[in-house]
């Protein structure tokens, strides 16, 4: 659910700002089966990147779910899934992203995703898996916050 803030005097929890530095372990990116979705926009710009048609990459990398796309995903372990763009670094153990530059909204967004924003108790829920959301690195400031949500910056 959305958290437009028209009144000052109501803003949310995360007004102060957030604290966000990633960190490259992955766990956004793998886990249990679910779902990536992006745009018809989005999907022109992946296919440019990996120099193929839009046809060729929706065959060869995403599946069509309660009538949207999604990317696909890679079983690595028992109910285990890593996105099929998902790199690892057997040397660093950092992983990556083959399609960073164009990554979806979806990926690009993480971790200020308004399910992970409804409250502190959601942010910290999130945060078990994500020890970027633990670190003090980034600042992320309310602005951005917004922009990243699709927001009106000045949050009217």
Not at 33 to 42: D, L, Q
Not at 60 to 86: H, M, N, P, W
Not at 90 to 101: D, L, N, Q, R
Request: one cysteine or more.
């Amino acid at each position: 659910m959305s958290t437009p803030v028209t009144d000052k005097t109501k803003l949310p929890w995360y007004a102060p700002g957030m604290s966000f530095e990633c960190t490259q372990c992955g766990n956004c990116c793998t886990g249990p089966t679910g779902f990536v979705w992006f745009t018809p926009e989005e999907a022109e710009k992946i296919a440019a990147h990996l120099e193929m048609s839009v046809d060729e990459f929706h065959k060869r990398y995403s599946r069509k779910l309660l009538g949207r796309r999604t990317l696909t995903e890679i079983k690595i372990a028992r109910g285990q899934y890593d996105c099929v763009f998902l790199t690892r670094d057997a040397e660093t153990g950092k992983t990556g992203c083959s399609i960073y530059p164009v990554r979806p909204t979806q990926c690009r967004t993480w971790p200020f995703w308004e399910s992970n924003l409804e409250s502190p108790e959601a942010w910290e829920h999130a945060a078990r898996n994500c020890p970027g959301m633990r670190r003090s690195g980034n600042f992320v400031p309310i602005e951005e916050i917004r922009i990243r949500l699709g927001q009106n910056p000045e949050g009217l």
